[in-house]
């Protein structure tokens, strides 16, 4: 990451005024052709056509830029830039796999990619199966000799389990599969899978990265030996991202680290109120002391993020807490400057039923004021407990 602080270098990222007539910030290169002056210029960028500027789908400036910035922040060989994060998750575990392999995925990944491999790759004669979280040893016994995949989720969706992701790695190797990680939730400031020895990192810069709810991109951060592979699927499948997307995902990370911070702290504050609450039965969030995962997380991440999870006594419908909040907006998604709410049915894909005494939320921690977000709260509870 280079001597100076990493605050210092996201300021600097991606910004070159001197061959941009001093403007701050780099223009946003639009193109889908990109001509040639010469046959000889034309025939070195075809044959080095995820390198030199060949055609628009392929990369451009811009997107090149924001490649090689993907590259430091992971300490990459190589990176890959994709329309959304689900697309980054897809044809990662697309370029690895054929007719008749087999995958591992835990059972705690984002429901998307739960739907992925139960349909499209079984349409195609793929295997999955999931594997409870932090139980290496079981997860060992469902590896033979099909197994091409481990995907990990580290913290996982919704309840935000924490895989010990050195056992895994090691399994993995032993064993010649490759490793696939999901690092949205804590982005590449607070933990870089590659360092523990994955093999293939992606993030979806929708979250935190772009950090607006205003954008979609991907990242998959790897070696050059997994690259050509996956750039490959990426272009054969006709992934594409705008310059536009590259362009407001860097604009993003100027504040990441400001950001994340905030959202932490602010979530610390309303899991204090949360505990509090007579009516809130658990709480998944990991610098809860008591939470089970959270020394297994302080071993790997330098962060935690804005994301609470909270399961309340159920008496009456959800609508009757939802519908009495107003900072707390109803909405997919997280990592955005807002507060969001997110009614759950269940915690894991596969797992309808955990729990289901409890009414469950996902909340978003946003950068609003604490107070205003707990007195939000406060009205919810009490419109729900009303008789
Ligand atoms: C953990 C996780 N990974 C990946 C994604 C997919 O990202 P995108 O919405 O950019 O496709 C999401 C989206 O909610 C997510 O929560």
């Known amino acids: 990451m280079g001597k100076k602080k990493i605050e210092s270098e996201l300021i600097k990222f991606g910004s070159d005024p001197e061959i941009h007539h001093g403007s701050l910030s ?38 090149k830029r924001f490649e090689n910035l993907v590259c430091r922040l992971y300490a990459s060989e190589k990176s890959i830039i994709t329309g959304s994060g689900l697309s980054a998750i ?13 995958l591992l995925v835990s059972e705690n990944c984002y429901e998307p990619v739960f739907n992925f491999c139960k349909n499209e790759l079984k349409r195609f004669g793929i295997k999955t ?6 139980l290496p040893s079981e997860l060992e016994k469902l590896i033979n000799n099909k197994t091409k995949i481990i995907y990990l989720e580290s913290p996982g969706s919704l309840n935000y389990e924490v ?5 895994i790695v090691k399994i993995a190797k032993k064993n010649n599969i490759k490793t696939i990680i999901d690092n949205t939730w804590a982005t590449f400031l607070g933990f870089n899978p590659l360092r523990w020895g994955v093999d293939v990192v992606v993030e979806s810069c929708t979250k935190y990265f772009s950090g607006h709810s205003d954008n979609f991109c991907g990242i998959i951060a790897c070696s050059e030996l997994n690259y050509n592979k996956i750039k490959l699927t990426a272009v054969r499948m006709g992934d594409f991202v705008s310059s536009e997307s590259c362009f407001y995902a860097l604009r993003g990370l100027r504040t990441l680290s400001v950001r994340l911070k905030k959202h932490e702290e602010n979530a610390l504050k309303i899991f204090k109120f949360l505990k509090k609450k007579k009516i809130v039965k658990e709480i998944f969030f990991l610098p809860d002391k008591k939470n089970i995962y959270h020394k297994l997380w302080k071993k790997y991440f330098n962060n935690a993020n804005g994301l609470i999870t909270f399961g309340i006594e159920k008496k009456v419908g959800v609508e009757k807490f939802l519908d009495s909040l107003s900072l707390f907006k109803i909405g997919f998604s997280w990592g955005g400057y807002e507060s969001l709410i997110l009614p759950l049915n269940q915690l894991k894909p596969e797992i309808k039923n955990y729990k289901n005494s409890l009414n469950w939320f996902r909340i978003h921690i946003g950068l609003e004021s604490t107070e205003d977000m707990i007195i939000d709260l406060k009205k919810g509870f009490d419109n729900y407990e009303k008789k």
């Open 163 to 167: 895989e010990d992701i050195e056992k």
């Open 90 to 102: 897809t044809i990662s575990l697309l370029s690895f796999l054929s007719k008749g392999d087999e």
């Open 129 to 134: 199966s999931f594997f409870k979280n932090n």
């Open 26 to 63: 780099d223009p946003i290169y639009k193109t889908s052709t990109i001509i040639f002056n010469s046959y000889k210029d034309f025939t070195k960028a075809k044959k080095n056509r995820f390198k030199l500027p060949y055609y628009g789908r392929f990369g451009n400036y811009t997107t």
